[in-house]
């Protein structure tokens, strides 16, 4: 049992890196899956960034490198995309372009495991996904039922907590009901905000990949605000969504009206973030 308490400030600056991302309108370079690439160029034009899917071996390294920030996401990892994110991920490690490792899938399919595991290799600035994707690329189990978690993400906590304090990546975002955060600057953190909507869609969790990709673009010093915040964002807008939602089929535009539209103003008396203490050991 861990003891956590309000954190009021983190919905200030959420909303902070909110406008921010809106201001700057971020290129996100994405290698990711031939499922979610339109409903994740949607999520991130809706919330402001701009989207372009290069993941043609020769392009992805250079296009790495002028973009500003990289999402690599393993769903459908066939053989041209899995080299040009090894190429895209090793260029934004030298660029200095921060870079989401989505491993999805993780754990009981060789390809996509092996590819993960040397992706994590490079040292991505935040790794996301389900609490057996995590556990599974950390090597620390066999990973869930195809895209789907097994476990909770409190299972995740001590595996992310030791590989951030470990360096192995700069902030674990671990997605489920209640969302962990772990980051050397913000210890642990649980975003409560979401809606079981999210998983009737396709994409909603490897687009939340894409905007945490575009929250490190404005907060690359601070790779754990920005995955709370991106993380608050989406899923803030998903539950506002879903007080109009009669389904998947009327919440999935909804929540693109509702990321277009969130306000500071809705991240503040909406957010529901606690922080445990202390900060994790960099």
Known sequence: MHTAAPAPDWARRTAELLEAV???????????????????????????????????????????????????????PHAEPRAASLEAASAAVDAGTPWVLDPVAVGSLPVRTALARDLLALGPTVLRGNASEVLAVLGASAGGRGVDS???????????????????????????????????????????????????????GCALGAVVAAFTAVSSEDPGAAAVAATAVHTIAAELAAREAGGPGTFQPLFLDRLASLSPDDVVRTARITVESPAVAA
């Open 150 to 204: 097994t476990v909770g993400t409190d299972d995740a906590r001590a595996a992310a907590v030791d590989a951030v304090a470990a360096s192995r990546v700069a902030a674990v975002a671990v997605s489920g009901p209640v969302d962990l955060l772990v980051a050397p600057g913000t210890g642990v953190v649980r975003v409560a905000n979401g809606t079981e909507l999210l998983t009737r869609i396709t994409g909603g």
């Open 22 to 76: 809106r201001a700057r309108s971020p290129l996100v370079h994405c290698i990711t899956n031939t499922v979610v690439q339109n409903v994740t160029a949607n999520v991130l034009l809706a919330l402001g960034a701009s989207a372009a899917m290069v993941d043609v071996v020769t392009e992805a390294g250079p296009f790495a490198r002028v973009a500003d920030a990289l999402l690599v996401n393993t769903g459908t």
